[in-house]
Structures are given as structure tokens and as C-alpha cells.
């Protein structure tokens, strides 16, 4: 659930906007857990080509951990291409 198809500093922006301003957004399991992620939308994901390969790496990387996205290597899951948001204490 959130933005799609921006870059991952929109995404980021827009997903932390919602947490501001949606209570809905704030009593999700996930916001909850800080398991939270802001990706690259345009670059992984909203166009068919050899770019959803590696989306679907980040995904994996964002679910499973960085133990995850160091084995697939930064071929598959490059520096910068995800990050976990921040949110504050009570959610971790």
C-alpha cells in the first residue's frame, strides 16, 4: 500500500505524509513494526523490462532482511535502491 510509480524520494515523502496525516496509515500491522520501505517505483517497477528482476530482488531484500540483499549481491538489490522509514518509538 502507497505511491507508485515515483522515485524513491517521492515515494518516501508521499508514504511519510500519510503517516501524518492518516490515522489509518499509523494503526497498520506493518507501520506498527517498522517494516515499512520506500522503493523506487519509476526504476523497479513501472515499466516491463530487465529492471523488474531487480525490483523484485529489493522486494525480497525489503521482506527477508539485508542478509537477503547482500546474498543477491548489489547486481540485483543496488545501494540506495530501498530504504526502511523511520517512524517514531512507539511503532518499533
Not at 505524509?17 to 506493518?30: E, N, S
Not at 517494516?35 to 530482488?57: E, T
Not at 521482506?63 to 511503532?91: C, I
Request: aromatic share 10%; with cysteine.
Amino acid at each position: 500500500v502507497g505511491p507508485c510509480g515515483f522515485d524513491l524520494a517521492r515515494a518516501k515523502a508521499d508514504t511519510l505524509d500519510m503517516y501524518a496525516k492518516h490515522d489509518w496509515w499509523r494503526d497498520m500491522p506493518a507501520v506498527r513494526k517498522g517494516n515499512v520501505f520506500a522503493l523506487d517505483g519509476n526504476a523497479y517497477y513501472a515499466r516491463p523490462g530487465p529492471r523488474l528482476l531487480q525490483g523484485c530482488a529489493i522486494m525480497a531484500a525489503c521482506m527477508h532482511g539485508e542478509a537477503v540483499a547482500e546474498a543477491l549481491g548489489p547486481e540485483l538489490v543496488p545501494p540506495g535502491s530501498y530504504e526502511r522509514l523511520p517512524f517514531p518509538a512507539e511503532y518499533a
